[in-house]
């Protein structure tokens, strides 16, 4: 079974600042990542697919790169609804578990 | 523009079942998978298992194989998913999703599952 770890599990930053979310699997995943974002009461949305392709209707100002084994989610200038916790997630089935993006 | 809702929340005692649905609107049905993935409170997103609706073949995760059985009704594009044996520790929300190979990218709104004597 993969395993995906996220790191941090908490970053704290300010709006306006660059966020730089990682995931590494315990063995290649090509690049079949996607990145979802999850607030407080809310399902998870889906943010990137295929390790770099944004989902329909998500801002240019998220970024997905990686393949193998490590990913990485970039948020290039953080805006207030951006903060909440963000997964990795793996062929449809492993998920990683979760960096909570907060305020700072 | 694909929708998934979910049935209501529900209260269940510890040993008994609880179904809940998922009706789809938007899209073909068939034409995709739904998966279901649970979240116990304050903690991460596990995968339970999926269904092909065009095949009715369902596969489930290690950790709940012989407790869940997911099922779907193409007649009305709906999904369920039933879990038995239910245990304090099923306390979550259950979530659908269209399953598209690699990613989920619609979900329904969620289910509460509340397991207390």
């Known amino acids: 079974e993969i395993v995906l770890t996220q790191s941090p599990a908490t970053l704290s930053l300010s709006p306006g600042e660059r966020a730089t979310l990682s995931c590494r699997a315990s063995q290649s995943v090509s690049s079949y990542l996607a990145w979802y974002q999850q607030k407080p009461g809310q399902a998870p949305r889906l943010l990137i697919y295929?390790?770099?392709n944004r989902a329909t209707g998500i801002p240019a100002r998220f970024s997905g790169s990686g393949s193998g084994t490590d990913f990485t989610l970039t948020i290039s200038s953080l805006e207030p609804e951006d903060f909440a916790v963000y997964y990795c997630?793996?062929?449809?089935?492993?998920f990683g578990q979760g960096t909570k993006l907060e305020i700072k | 523009q694909v929708q998934l809702v979910q049935s209501g929340a529900e209260v269940k005692k510890p040993g008994s079942s609880v179904k809940v649905s998922c009706k789809a609107s938007g899209g073909t049905f068939s034409s995709y998978a739904i998966s279901w993935v649970r979240q116990a409170p304050g903690q991460g997103l596990e995968w339970m298992g999926r269904?092909?609706?065009?095949?009715?073949?369902?596969n489930y995760a290690q950790k709940f194989q012989g407790r869940v059985t997911i099922t779907a009704d193409k007649s009305t594009s709906t999904a369920y998913m039933e879990l038995s044996s239910l245990r304090s520790e099923d306390t979550a929300v259950y979530y659908c999703?269209?399953?598209?190979?690699?990613?989920?990218?619609?979900w329904g709104q969620g289910t509460l599952v509340t397991v207390s004597s």
């Open positions: 269904i092909i609706p065009i095949l009715g073949i369902a």
């Open positions: 997630q793996q062929r449809r089935e492993t």
């Open positions: 999703a269209r399953d598209m190979a690699t990613v989920y990218d619609y």
């Open positions: 295929d390790a770099s």
